[in-house]
């Protein structure tokens, strides 16, 4: 396990150099495994699956129909569009919604699933994808799919963020980012999950609808994962539920080194946990369905 004095402080950097393309010499490292070692990270990790698996019943015990996947993914649409700063309720969004914040997260849902096969083959493609569906109303047409240049403002849409870097910066950790996804790992899928969720958000690659785009890349890693093969889990209400430690995680992640990747894998797995105990199965289960 790593601890986190000045040694490991260099596993931080190995992985950041990785996805700024300067570990040429190391080209098939596994940048997510040494994160998994942080101090308290596996065993969340651990636990947060745990929790997924005791709502599937030990996977392949419990029968998920089509309808519980879709309540679940519109309850996870609601809560990313609402932590993005959407006020219409869950069930204003069931009815239609009209804020382009909740619209454009409930036509990802549409697609996510047959996404999520390809976002260990083809993880920009996916994220482009992502991003043309979340903002057709969020902006125009030509900036839809299309990763920023030095030429367009700085996007600030993920209140109390520090400055997004620029473009160049974006592109090659970007590449280095989806060249790792496309390696091994011996990581757990939720520590995957959220990093890739951690730099889409900070690193802001979108004129608009960063947020809703990382949140939605995180779900489909999990998914492809086989953390929620079947997304019946909601954590993205997980992520609104610590609404309050949301910006600060980030900003922890991007500068605070090691501490605040560690303190960002933690808060990712106590999302998962929760995204399992807001699954409509429970509810359903509940209400004695």
Not at 47 to 71: I, P
Not at 145 to 155: D, K
Not at 173 to 193: K, W
């Amino acid at each position: 396990m790593l601890n986190l004095g000045t040694p490991a402080e260099s596993v931080l950097a190995a992985m950041r150099r990785h996805l700024r393309l300067r570990t040429m010499s190391q080209p098939q490292a596994d940048v997510f495994e040494p994160l998994a070692g942080l101090e308290g990270v596996g065993s969340a990790a651990r636990a947060a699956r745990d929790a997924v698996d005791v709502l599937l019943r030990d996977r392949g015990l419990r029968k998920v129909g089509s309808d519980m996947t879709a309540e679940a993914l519109l309850r996870g649409a609601h809560a990313s569009a609402a932590l993005a700063g959407s006020p219409e309720s869950l069930e204003q969004v069931r009815r239609g919604a009209t804020d382009p914040r909740a619209i454009g997260a409930v036509r990802m849902t549409g697609e996510l699933m047959a996404l999520a096969p390809r976002v260990d083959t083809a993880p920009v493609q996916v994220w482009t994808r992502l991003h043309q569906l979340a903002a057709a109303e969020l902006g125009s047409e030509d900036q839809l799919g299309h990763l920023r240049t030095n030429q367009e403002p700085l996007p600030d849409d993920i209140p109390g963020l520090p400055e997004a870097p620029p473009a160049e910066v974006v592109w090659e950790r970007l590449s280095g980012l989806a060249r790792a996804l496309t390696r091994p790992t011996n990581a757990p899928g939720i520590v995957v999950a959220a990093i890739v969720h951690a730099e889409l958000a900070v690193l802001r690659p979108f004129p608009t609808a960063n947020g809703l785009v990382a949140r939605a890349a995180e779900r489909a890693l999990l998914v492809a994962r086989g953390i929620d093969p079947v997304a019946v889990t909601v954590p993205e209400a997980g992520h609104f539920e610590l609404g309050g430690s949301y910006s600060q995680g980030l900003r922890d992640y991007a500068d605070r080194g090691l501490v605040g990747v560690r303190d960002w894998l933690l808060r990712s797995c106590e999302v998962v946990a929760l995204g399992a105990e807001r699954s409509p199965l429970n509810i359903s289960a509940q209400q004695g369905k």
